[in-house]
Structure formats: structure tokens, C-alpha cells
């Protein structure tokens, strides 16, 4: 179910622009990573480096799956792909922040 959920998603992907794409793929690899996070199998490995290395290819296999190949290998995408990564590290330092309780003074 969550494999045909997947599929149509980036079906879907397909037909709306660049930007859209890259806020959508930054919104879903920041939620399987947080899922892996809180994973006890998985969370004691997904830390540091590991974490920005496994969001990196969670977003480069995304854009390789909704990016048309006559568009793939073009310094546009590539800067999508980065900026998606940041994208979603950004979205994680953001929420950790604001859900850390402030120091009492």
C-alpha cells in the first residue's frame, strides 16, 4: 500500500514544475528521516554525516524518479538537488530548534 502510495505520488510528480518538486521532496525526506530517527533499530545510525549522506541520496534517487531525462543531467537540477538538500536539513534544524525548551534564566 505504501509502495502504490509512493508511485502515484511521483507520478504525479511529474507533471508540475521544478520548485514544486523540490519543496515536495525536501518535505518527504525530511519525514522519512525523521521516521528513521525515531526508529530503535535505525536512529543510532542516522546521526552527524550518516544523516546528511542518507538525506542526500533519499533526495537525488527522488529527483532521478520525477525529473524527465531530458532534463536530468543540467546544472537547473543540480542546483534543485542542492538546494532540496539543504532544504530539508534546513526543515530539521528549524523544528529541532523550536521544539527544544528554552534555558531557564
Do not use: C, D, E, R
Amino acid at each position: 500500500m505504501v509502495l502504490a502510495l509512493m508511485f502515484w505520488a511521483f507520478s504525479l510528480a511529474l507533471a508540475v514544475p521544478t520548485p514544486v518538486k523540490a519543496l515536495a521532496i525536501a518535505a518527504a525526506v525530511y519525514g522519512i528521516l525523521q521516521a528513521a530517527k525515531a526508529s530503535p533499530w535505525l536512529g543510532q545510525y542516522i546521526t552527524g554525516w550518516w544523516a546528511l549522506l542518507l538525506n542526500g541520496a533519499l533526495t537525488i534517487v527522488a529527483f532521478v524518479l520525477t525529473i524527465p531525462a531530458s532534463q536530468l543531467y543540467s546544472w537547473g537540477t543540480l542546483t534543485a538537488i542542492l538546494v532540496t538538500i539543504l532544504g530539508s536539513a534546513g526543515i530539521h534544524g528549524s523544528v529541532k530548534t523550536l521544539i527544544q525548551k528554552p534555558n531557564a534564566v
